[in-house]
C-alpha cells in the first residue's frame, strides 16, 4: 500500500465515488476526447472506474491499473453494474504491472490526478515505463504554480484536507515544477494541450524527448 495514506485509505470507494466523482466526471469526459475510437487503453491509477468506464464508450478495451484494493473492488463493482464487457480492473502498483508489458502494448495511456500523490521516487520510473508501454501518454494534474485564484485556493485546501503524508507528496510535486519539470527530468517531453479549471489543472502528452539520449526500451529506474 506504498503511495495511499491512512487518511486515503478511509475515503477510497464509495465515499470517494461520493464526494469526488461527479466533480471529476466533466473532466474524464474532456480525457475521453482524447482516446481514439477502437484503441486499447491503460488506465493507470484508475480509481473507481470512472474514467475508465467512461473511455470504454469508444475504447477497444480499457485496462485499469489500482493500487488500492477498495478502489479496484469499487471499480470492478461499477464496471460489473454498467456491463462494461471491455474493461479490466487489475489490483496492482503500476510499476511493477508495466515491467512486464511490451514496448507498445497499448495505444493510449491516461494518468489522471495520480502523479501528484506519489512518492517522489516513484514518479520517474512509472512515467518511463508508462510512455515505453503505451504510445501516446496522457497526464493530467495540477498546473504548477497553482494559480493565485478560487480554483488554486480550492485545489490546495483539497490536497490539505486529504492528510499530512498526501499534502507532503504534493508540495514535493509542487517543488520539482509539476509534470512537465519531472517528465523532463525523465527523459520525457511534456507537451501542454489543455488548460482547465480555472488554470489550475493541465493535461500533457507525454512522449520521449529524442534529445536526452535515453532508450525507453529499457528504462532506467534510478
Same mark, same amino acid.
Given at each position: 500500500? /506504498?503511495?495511499?495514506? *491512512?487518511?486515503?485509505?478511509? =475515503? ?10 461527479? !466533480? ?26 470512472? *474514467?475508465?468506464?467512461?473511455?470504454? %464508450? ?15 473492488? =469499487? ?14 480492473? %487489475? ?12 514496448? +507498445? ?11 501528484? %500523490? ?8 512509472? *512515467?518511463? %515505463? ?5 504510445? /501516446? ?12 485564484? !478560487? ?23 509542487? /517543488? ?16 501542454? /494541450?489543455?488548460?482547465?479549471? +480555472? ?13 536526452? +539520449? ?9
Amino acid at each position: 500500500m /506504498r503511495g495511499r495514506t *491512512l487518511r486515503s485509505r478511509i =475515503y477510497d470507494g464509495s465515499l470517494y465515488a461520493l464526494l469526488l466523482d461527479p !466533480w471529476l466526471t466533466p473532466l474524464h469526459r474532456i480525457v475521453a476526447g482524447y482516446i481514439p475510437a477502437d484503441s486499447n487503453v491503460l488506465d493507470v491509477g484508475c480509481g473507481t472506474g470512472n *474514467l475508465s468506464v467512461i473511455m470504454a %464508450e469508444k475504447a477497444a478495451r480499457v485496462v485499469g491499473i489500482e493500487l488500492s484494493p477498495a478502489m479496484a473492488d =469499487y471499480a470492478r463493482r461499477r464496471v460489473a453494474s454498467e456491463q462494461r464487457s471491455n474493461v479490466t480492473i %487489475e489490483t496492482a502498483d503500476a510499476a511493477m504491472f508495466l515491467a512486464d508489458r511490451p514496448t +507498445g502494448s497499448f495505444d493510449v495511456a491516461t494518468m489522471v490526478l495520480a502523479l501528484h %500523490e506519489m512518492p517522489a521516487d516513484a514518479r520517474k520510473p512509472l *512515467l518511463r %515505463e508508462a510512455a515505453r508501454v503505451a504510445r /501516446r501518454l496522457i497526464v493530467v494534474d495540477f498546473r504548477i504554480p497553482l494559480p493565485r485564484n !478560487w480554483a488554486g485556493f480550492r485545489n490546495r485546501m483539497a490536497e490539505i484536507a486529504a492528510g499530512a503524508e498526501h499534502y507532503r507528496a504534493f508540495r514535493d510535486f509542487d /517543488r520539482r515544477g509539476g509534470t512537465s519539470h519531472i517528465a523532463a527530468s525523465a527523459g520525457l517531453r511534456c507537451r501542454r /494541450r489543455h488548460v482547465l479549471d +480555472g488554470d489550475s489543472l493541465e493535461i500533457c502528452e507525454v512522449r520521449r524527448d529524442p534529445a536526452s +539520449g535515453r532508450d525507453q526500451r529499457h528504462p532506467s529506474h534510478g
